[in-house]
């Protein structure tokens, strides 16, 4: 058993597209596999944003392609989502995305001095909102504790989501948290809505918004 975390996502496969299988072909030109990766690109750019779960990627890319100065890292288990990103990325000629084609814990998991992530951003993480599967949710204590590790001080951590029960839950995890703290500040605004959000927004939801930072260490 590779995976010592419960799956905080619902499928990882699902229907791909032909262009989507092709585009997968070519997923080692995009993707990293360690932090130290990541660390000997950043003297190349002037900031480093984690995105994780990125769905589609459409808010990833519309980030990447506005920021050319900054090394945008996405996360996703979704394989029709990667496919469709690494479609994109040849398209628009993207430089500054790599992806992460697994679940983000493995990476975050590491071990490593060097501090990289200015941002990080989980926009919509799967709700999970029967009680029964609320262990299932990405952001508690653990995962706190092992973001924090990668994330430079006072670097942003912005989280969104359309579920009033897992908002409350947000709140409560990183109020009693010793990494981080409630921040007026964010990282590169959010133009629009993403998929995830605009469903909740369509089915009568509010979306709550959090802006912490990594306390200083
Ligand atoms: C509800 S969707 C939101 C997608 C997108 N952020 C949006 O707002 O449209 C949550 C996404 O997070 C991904 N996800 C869940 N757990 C993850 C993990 N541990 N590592 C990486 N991605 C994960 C899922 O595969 C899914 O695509």
Redesign the pocket.
């Known amino acids: 058993m590779r995976l010592k ?1 419960l ?6 496969r699902g229907r791909i597209t032909k262009n989507q299988e092709e585009n997968l072909k070519s997923i080692s030109d995009y993707s990293i596999n360690n932090l130290n990766q990541i660390l000997k690109e950043l003297p190349n750019f002037s900031y480093c944003c984690l ?9 990833l890319q519309f980030q990447a392609v506005n920021n050319r100065d900054i090394l945008f890292v996405g ?4 394989m029709s ?1 990667i496919g469709t990103l690494i479609g994109n990325i040849k398209d628009k000629n993207i430089s500054n995305i790599r992806i ?1 084609p ?5 990476l975050l998991d590491e071990k490593l001095q060097d501090k990289i992530f200015d941002a990080v951003k ?6 999970w909102p029967k009680e029964r599967h609320h262990k299932r949710r ?1 952001i508690n204590k653990d995962f706190l504790k092992s973001i924090h590790n990668s994330m430079k001080d006072q670097a942003n951590l912005y989280i ?1 989501t359309d579920w009033e029960n897992y908002a409350q839950s947000i709140k409560d995890v990183l109020k009693d948290s010793q990494y981080f703290e409630l921040s007026k500040r964010t990282f590169l605004k959010k133009e629009y ?7 909740g927004k369509d089915e009568g939801r509010e979306i709550f918004e959090f802006n912490y930072q990594k306390k200083n260490q």
């Open positions: 975390f799956p905080s996502f619902v499928k990882r995105e994780i779960g990125f769905g589609n990627a459409e808010h996360s996703e288990v979704y989502g992460f697994d679940d983000i814990r493995i989980i926009i919509c993480p799967d709700p990405l969104s809505l993403t998929k995830f959000e605009q469903r």
